[in-house]
T-cell receptor, first 112, second 117 residues
Framework: DSGVTQTPKHLITATGQRVTLRCSPRSGDLSVYWYQQSLDQGLQFLIHYYNGEERAKGNILERFSAQQFPDLHSELNLSSLELGDSALYFC???????????FGPGTRLTVT | GENVEQHPSTLSVQEGDSAVIKCTYSDSASNYFPWYKQELGKRPQLIIDIRSNVGEKKDQRIAVTLNKTAKHFSLHITETQPEDSAVYFCAASKEGMTTDSWGKLQFGAGTQVVVTP
Protein backbone atom coordinates (compact mmCIF):
# COMPACT_ATOMS: atom_id res chain seq x y z
CA ASP A 1 0.00 0.00 0.00
CA SER A 2 1.55 3.29 -1.15
CA GLY A 3 -0.61 5.51 1.04
CA VAL A 4 -2.19 7.17 -2.00
CA THR A 5 -5.95 6.61 -2.22
CA GLN A 6 -8.24 6.93 -5.21
CA THR A 7 -11.99 6.76 -5.54
CA PRO A 8 -13.95 5.25 -7.10
CA LYS A 9 -12.21 1.99 -8.00
CA HIS A 10 -14.45 1.39 -10.97
CA LEU A 11 -16.67 3.70 -12.96
CA ILE A 12 -18.97 2.78 -15.83
CA THR A 13 -20.65 5.58 -17.72
CA ALA A 14 -22.03 6.44 -21.13
CA THR A 15 -20.57 8.51 -23.94
CA GLY A 16 -21.14 12.22 -23.57
CA GLN A 17 -21.21 12.08 -19.77
CA ARG A 18 -18.95 13.77 -17.24
CA VAL A 19 -17.15 12.10 -14.34
CA THR A 20 -14.91 13.15 -11.47
CA LEU A 21 -12.06 11.04 -10.17
CA ARG A 22 -10.65 11.75 -6.74
CA CYS A 23 -7.16 11.31 -5.32
CA SER A 24 -5.79 11.76 -1.83
CA PRO A 25 -1.99 11.93 -1.67
CA ARG A 26 0.20 10.36 0.99
CA SER A 27 0.24 12.32 4.21
CA GLY A 28 2.68 15.19 3.84
CA ASP A 29 3.00 14.98 0.06
CA LEU A 30 2.53 18.28 -1.75
CA SER A 31 2.64 17.04 -5.34
CA VAL A 32 -0.09 15.14 -7.15
CA TYR A 33 0.26 13.71 -10.65
CA TRP A 34 -2.36 12.18 -12.94
CA TYR A 35 -1.67 9.46 -15.50
CA GLN A 36 -3.78 7.58 -18.03
CA GLN A 37 -2.99 3.95 -18.83
CA SER A 38 -4.54 2.35 -21.88
CA LEU A 39 -3.57 -0.69 -23.93
CA ASP A 40 -2.67 1.32 -27.03
CA GLN A 41 -1.11 4.40 -25.44
CA GLY A 42 0.63 2.92 -22.42
CA LEU A 43 1.22 5.11 -19.36
CA GLN A 44 0.71 8.76 -20.28
CA PHE A 45 1.41 11.74 -18.05
CA LEU A 46 -1.56 14.10 -17.89
CA ILE A 47 -0.91 16.84 -15.34
CA HIS A 48 1.00 17.75 -12.17
CA TYR A 49 -0.11 19.95 -9.28
CA TYR A 50 2.14 21.16 -6.51
CA ASN A 51 0.64 22.71 -3.40
CA GLY A 52 -2.45 23.80 -5.26
CA GLU A 53 -0.77 25.12 -8.40
CA GLU A 54 -0.44 23.51 -11.81
CA ARG A 55 3.26 22.78 -12.49
CA ALA A 56 3.38 20.65 -15.62
CA LYS A 57 1.03 19.53 -18.32
CA GLY A 58 1.24 16.58 -20.68
CA ASN A 59 -0.97 15.71 -23.64
CA ILE A 60 -4.11 16.28 -21.63
CA LEU A 61 -7.25 16.74 -23.70
CA GLU A 62 -9.17 20.01 -23.42
CA ARG A 63 -12.17 17.95 -22.26
CA PHE A 64 -10.13 16.98 -19.19
CA SER A 65 -9.32 19.27 -16.29
CA ALA A 66 -7.90 18.90 -12.82
CA GLN A 67 -7.43 20.83 -9.62
CA GLN A 68 -5.78 20.44 -6.27
CA PHE A 69 -7.60 21.68 -3.20
CA PRO A 70 -6.23 23.36 -0.04
CA ASP A 71 -6.27 20.02 1.78
CA LEU A 72 -4.07 18.73 -1.09
CA HIS A 73 -6.50 16.18 -2.47
CA SER A 74 -6.99 16.38 -6.21
CA GLU A 75 -9.79 15.77 -8.66
CA LEU A 76 -9.61 14.92 -12.34
CA ASN A 77 -12.69 15.91 -14.32
CA LEU A 78 -13.42 14.18 -17.61
CA SER A 79 -16.23 15.55 -19.74
CA SER A 80 -17.94 14.74 -23.06
CA LEU A 81 -16.65 11.23 -22.61
CA GLU A 82 -15.80 9.11 -25.64
CA LEU A 83 -15.28 5.38 -25.97
CA GLY A 84 -11.55 6.00 -26.31
CA ASP A 85 -11.39 7.53 -22.83
CA SER A 86 -11.87 4.08 -21.34
CA ALA A 87 -8.68 3.43 -19.40
CA LEU A 88 -7.07 3.12 -16.00
CA TYR A 89 -6.47 6.51 -14.41
CA PHE A 90 -3.75 6.67 -11.80
CA CYS A 91 -2.74 9.43 -9.53
CA UNK A 92 0.64 9.55 -7.87
CA UNK A 93 2.10 11.77 -5.19
CA UNK A 94 5.51 12.91 -4.03
CA UNK A 95 6.69 14.83 -1.02
CA UNK A 96 8.19 17.68 -3.05
CA UNK A 97 9.26 18.66 -6.55
CA UNK A 98 11.68 16.24 -8.17
CA UNK A 99 11.08 13.44 -5.70
CA UNK A 100 9.94 9.84 -6.13
CA UNK A 101 6.36 9.36 -7.27
CA UNK A 102 4.17 6.79 -5.51
CA PHE A 103 1.09 5.58 -7.34
CA GLY A 104 -2.41 5.01 -6.07
CA PRO A 105 -4.49 1.92 -6.91
CA GLY A 106 -6.16 3.58 -9.90
CA THR A 107 -9.69 4.13 -11.15
CA ARG A 108 -10.86 1.95 -14.01
CA LEU A 109 -13.13 3.99 -16.27
CA THR A 110 -15.32 2.22 -18.79
CA VAL A 111 -17.24 4.36 -21.27
CA THR A 112 -20.06 2.52 -23.06
CA GLY B 1 9.63 16.11 -26.51
CA GLU B 2 11.22 13.20 -24.71
CA ASN B 3 10.89 9.73 -26.22
CA VAL B 4 11.72 6.58 -24.26
CA GLU B 5 12.16 3.25 -26.00
CA GLN B 6 12.20 0.01 -24.03
CA HIS B 7 13.44 -3.44 -25.04
CA PRO B 8 12.56 -6.24 -25.06
CA SER B 9 8.77 -6.15 -24.95
CA THR B 10 8.68 -9.65 -23.44
CA LEU B 11 11.33 -11.58 -21.54
CA SER B 12 11.16 -15.17 -20.37
CA VAL B 13 13.77 -16.38 -17.90
CA GLN B 14 14.33 -19.47 -15.82
CA GLU B 15 14.15 -19.04 -12.08
CA GLY B 16 17.58 -18.16 -10.75
CA ASP B 17 18.79 -16.59 -13.99
CA SER B 18 19.34 -12.87 -14.55
CA ALA B 19 17.07 -10.51 -16.46
CA VAL B 20 18.13 -7.31 -18.19
CA ILE B 21 15.82 -4.63 -19.60
CA LYS B 22 17.19 -1.71 -21.60
CA CYS B 23 15.81 1.75 -22.24
CA THR B 24 17.02 4.59 -24.41
CA TYR B 25 15.95 8.20 -24.14
CA SER B 26 16.13 11.03 -26.64
CA ASP B 27 16.46 14.20 -24.56
CA SER B 28 19.96 14.70 -23.19
CA ALA B 29 18.54 17.07 -20.54
CA SER B 30 16.73 14.17 -18.81
CA ASN B 31 18.14 13.70 -15.33
CA TYR B 32 15.85 11.32 -13.46
CA PHE B 33 15.22 7.66 -14.38
CA PRO B 34 12.86 5.54 -12.27
CA TRP B 35 11.80 1.93 -12.80
CA TYR B 36 8.34 0.69 -11.93
CA LYS B 37 6.97 -2.84 -11.54
CA GLN B 38 3.31 -3.42 -12.29
CA GLU B 39 1.56 -6.68 -11.50
CA LEU B 40 -1.67 -7.50 -13.30
CA GLY B 41 -4.47 -5.20 -12.18
CA LYS B 42 -2.26 -3.39 -9.68
CA ARG B 43 -0.63 0.01 -9.42
CA PRO B 44 2.87 0.73 -10.76
CA GLN B 45 5.29 0.30 -7.87
CA LEU B 46 8.61 2.17 -7.75
CA ILE B 47 11.41 -0.37 -7.39
CA ILE B 48 14.53 1.69 -8.00
CA ASP B 49 15.57 5.00 -9.49
CA ILE B 50 18.74 6.76 -10.55
CA ARG B 51 19.69 10.36 -11.15
CA SER B 52 22.06 11.65 -13.78
CA ASN B 53 24.90 12.34 -11.36
CA VAL B 54 25.21 8.60 -10.61
CA GLY B 55 26.28 5.79 -12.95
CA GLU B 56 24.98 2.80 -11.03
CA LYS B 57 22.70 2.01 -8.13
CA LYS B 58 21.97 -1.30 -6.47
CA ASP B 59 19.30 -2.54 -4.07
CA GLN B 60 19.61 -6.22 -3.15
CA ARG B 61 18.86 -8.21 -6.36
CA ILE B 62 18.04 -5.13 -8.43
CA ALA B 63 20.49 -2.74 -10.04
CA VAL B 64 20.21 0.11 -12.52
CA THR B 65 23.00 1.47 -14.71
CA LEU B 66 23.02 4.77 -16.59
CA ASN B 67 25.12 5.75 -19.58
CA LYS B 68 24.53 9.45 -20.18
CA THR B 69 26.76 9.60 -23.22
CA ALA B 70 24.82 6.89 -25.00
CA LYS B 71 21.53 8.00 -23.46
CA HIS B 72 20.54 4.61 -22.20
CA PHE B 73 19.83 2.97 -18.87
CA SER B 74 19.22 -0.62 -17.88
CA LEU B 75 17.55 -2.63 -15.15
CA HIS B 76 19.29 -5.78 -13.95
CA ILE B 77 17.51 -8.39 -11.84
CA THR B 78 19.67 -11.20 -10.50
CA GLU B 79 18.59 -14.57 -9.10
CA THR B 80 15.09 -14.13 -10.49
CA GLN B 81 12.14 -15.57 -8.59
CA PRO B 82 8.56 -16.31 -9.72
CA GLU B 83 7.35 -13.24 -7.81
CA ASP B 84 9.49 -11.09 -10.13
CA SER B 85 6.99 -11.88 -12.91
CA ALA B 86 5.32 -8.58 -13.85
CA VAL B 87 5.45 -5.74 -16.36
CA TYR B 88 8.40 -3.43 -15.82
CA PHE B 89 8.36 0.19 -17.00
CA CYS B 90 11.27 2.56 -17.34
CA ALA B 91 10.72 6.30 -17.34
CA ALA B 92 12.65 9.53 -17.76
CA SER B 93 12.09 13.14 -16.80
CA LYS B 94 13.86 16.49 -16.73
CA GLU B 95 13.38 17.45 -13.11
CA GLY B 96 13.72 21.20 -12.75
CA MET B 97 15.31 21.77 -16.15
CA THR B 98 12.43 24.04 -17.13
CA THR B 99 9.65 25.59 -15.07
CA ASP B 100 7.11 23.14 -16.49
CA SER B 101 9.18 19.94 -16.47
CA TRP B 102 8.73 18.89 -12.86
CA GLY B 103 7.39 15.37 -12.50
CA LYS B 104 6.68 14.94 -16.19
CA LEU B 105 7.60 11.25 -16.45
CA GLN B 106 7.80 9.84 -19.97
CA PHE B 107 7.33 6.07 -19.76
CA GLY B 108 8.62 3.30 -21.97
CA ALA B 109 6.13 0.80 -23.41
CA GLY B 110 6.88 -1.83 -20.78
CA THR B 111 8.51 -5.27 -20.62
CA GLN B 112 6.50 -8.33 -19.66
CA VAL B 113 8.84 -10.51 -17.57
CA VAL B 114 7.90 -14.14 -17.01
CA VAL B 115 9.96 -16.18 -14.58
CA THR B 116 9.39 -19.91 -14.95
CA PRO B 117 10.21 -22.27 -12.06
Amino acid sequence: DSGVTQTPKHLITATGQRVTLRCSPRSGDLSVYWYQQSLDQGLQFLIHYYNGEERAKGNILERFSAQQFPDLHSELNLSSLELGDSALYFCASSVALGQEQYFGPGTRLTVT
Amino acid sequence: GENVEQHPSTLSVQEGDSAVIKCTYSDSASNYFPWYKQELGKRPQLIIDIRSNVGEKKDQRIAVTLNKTAKHFSLHITETQPEDSAVYFCAASKEGMTTDSWGKLQFGAGTQVVVTP
